[in-house]
């Protein structure tokens, strides 16, 4: 699986690069403009991410902007539904405004930090991306 981890928090890195790397391989950027930039150049080569990690209080560009142009270039190249990245937002924000607004652009999951192993690979497992038992053996 090819990961794409945008959080300018280097803890928050770490510990998600922990958590993931047994699952596939990482790329770590630490703003929105950059998360996106990544995005499109691996899209364009044809390697596209299978899994985005996005926070949303980010540098430039925030999570919830970034997730909204993911899609639309999703979506200029023809690429929808389960064919499309699977993005899951982690961050600090719990309101109800922000989990609304980034499912209503199209995130799978969304986890409230602090950052939990269970809670990751709990979201991983019911987007398919691993085996249940990867959940109770990780």
Same mark, same amino acid.
């Given at each position: 699986?090819?990961?794409?981890?945008?959080?300018?928090?280097?803890?928050?890195?770490?510990?998600?690069?922990?958590?993931?790397?047994?699952?596939?391989?990482?790329?770590?950027?630490?703003?929105?403009?950059?998360? %996106?930039?990544?995005?499109?150049?691996?899209?364009?080569?044809?390697?596209?991410?299978?899994?985005?990690?996005?926070?949303?209080? %980010?540098?430039?560009?925030?999570?919830?902007?970034? %997730?909204?142009?993911?899609?639309?270039?999703?979506?200029?190249?023809?690429?929808?539904?389960?064919?499309?990245?699977?993005?899951?937002?982690?961050?600090?924000?719990?309101?109800?405004?922000?989990?609304?607004?980034?499912?209503?652009?199209?995130?799978?999951?969304?986890?409230?930090?602090?950052?939990?192993?269970?809670?990751?690979?709990?979201?991983?497992?019911?987007?398919?991306?691993?085996?249940?038992?990867?959940?109770?053996?990780?």
């Amino acid at each position: 699986m090819k990961i794409l981890i945008v959080e300018d928090d280097p803890v928050s890195n770490a510990l998600l690069s922990a958590i993931l790397a047994p699952f596939g391989s990482c790329d770590v950027v630490m703003d929105g403009i950059s998360g %996106l930039t990544g995005f499109v150049s691996a899209l364009l080569q044809k390697r596209p991410y299978d899994l985005i990690c996005l926070d949303i209080m %980010l540098p430039g560009l925030d999570g919830q902007g970034a %997730l909204k142009q993911i899609r639309q270039w999703e979506q200029k190249n023809n690429i929808g539904g389960l064919d499309g990245a699977k993005i899951i937002m982690i961050t600090a924000l719990s309101d109800s405004a922000n989990i609304l607004q980034a499912f209503r652009s199209q995130c799978e999951g969304y986890i409230v930090k602090p950052i939990r192993k269970s809670n990751v690979l709990g979201q991983l497992k019911s987007l398919g991306l691993i085996p249940g038992s990867a959940v109770e053996t990780k």
